[in-house]
């Protein structure tokens, strides 16, 4: 399940920097120019996951797979995006394609990186990203528009739905306003389907602070936390550059004296890929045996045919049934052989809901 998070911002926020952070398939190249990035980098992304460590510790496998999801380094965008500004059209393209944004926003005052918008102003810079994705949207929302109107002749009901969903998500736009701010219900979603709205998408800020203010935030990040906060969203506060560095260390002993130098518990790009990873409305089920042990990525709400099916789709098409152990009580009776014994180990069915966490075996016939 090739899921994705696009890294947005305005040009030399440090969105590079954090991919190449983040990343552990694939470097960008990172650069105090605009347009850097041209075409759009991807890397898959381990997901940090304890859990994963303590099965594994428990059932010595021969191999051990976290799951994984993407990030993509999408180029700056500039004012008049929208309307091809900066090879505008392109990166919105490529923002349409992904299935949620994170949005880096420069929260730090340094005069040797290049900045053509003036002065730092966290919340300037996010609203001209916002009003880049508000236009693009509001241009694929008038068009559709006038396609609907030439259907609403043949009186059917769905076209005069999809066309009253239209009107507000124009009126909505035009008031310089996020779609995913309109709370449309599952039926709405249906008439929006076919657009992929920009401003639809579910989105994490994060802002980059100098070394000074990684542990405190600063005015600017304050700042973009408030302006979050008024829409939802979440903020996650980072120093890009000493993010990269710590990537880049190959001793783990290296990293925890690093980290210990700045004070920090863990590297702020695990709590970003984990809180990316909630924000896609995602959870880990987990499969556990002698020759693997594995972390599984699936929509939360899934049923277990519909979890077996990002093993191969032919456990979902045989699916009989599902063994179940709830992570607790794996951890509390430490073998698969105690959990059976003491009735820790559930057989479900299709209409089972997978939850966070479980250790699952499924049986199939094709």
Known sequence: MALQAGIVGLPNVGKSTLFNAVSNSAKAQASNYRFCTIEPNVGQVDVPDERLDKLTELVQPQRTLPTTFEFVDIAGLVKGASKGEGLGNKFLANIREVDAIVHVIRCFEDDNILRDEGAINPIGDKEIIDTELQ????????????????????????????????????????????????????????????????????????????????????????????????????????????????????????????????????????????????????????????????????????????AASVIHTDFEKGFIKAEVIAYNDYVQYKTEAACRENGKLRIEGKEYVVQDGDVMHFRFNV
């Open 135 to 306: 236009l693009k949207d509001l241009d694929s929302v008038e068009k559709k528009i006038q396609r609907l109107e030439k259907m609403m002749k043949t009186g059917d009901p769905k076209v005069k739905h999809a066309h009253a969903v239209m009107l507000r998500c124009k009126e909505h736009l035009g008031e310089g306003k996020n779609i995913r701010g309109l709370q449309l219900d599952e039926e709405d979603l249906e008439a929006t389907a076919d657009l992929c709205l920009l401003t639809e998408k579910p989105v994490l800020y994060v802002a980059n602070v100098d070394e000074a203010a990684l542990q405190t935030g600063n005015k600017y990040s304050d700042a973009l936390a408030k302006a979050a906060n008024d829409e939802g969203a979440q903020v996650i506060v980072m120093n890009n550059s000493i993010e990269a560095q710590i990537s880049e260390m190959d001793s783990e002993e290296d990293k925890e004296l690093f980290l210990e130098e700045y004070n920090l518990t863990e590297p702020g790009l695990n709590r970003l890929i984990r809180s990316t990873y909630t924000l896609l409305n995602l959870i880990t089920y987990f499969t556990a045996g002698v020759q693997e042990v594995r972390a599984w990525t699936i929509h939360r709400g899934w049923k277990a045919p519909q």
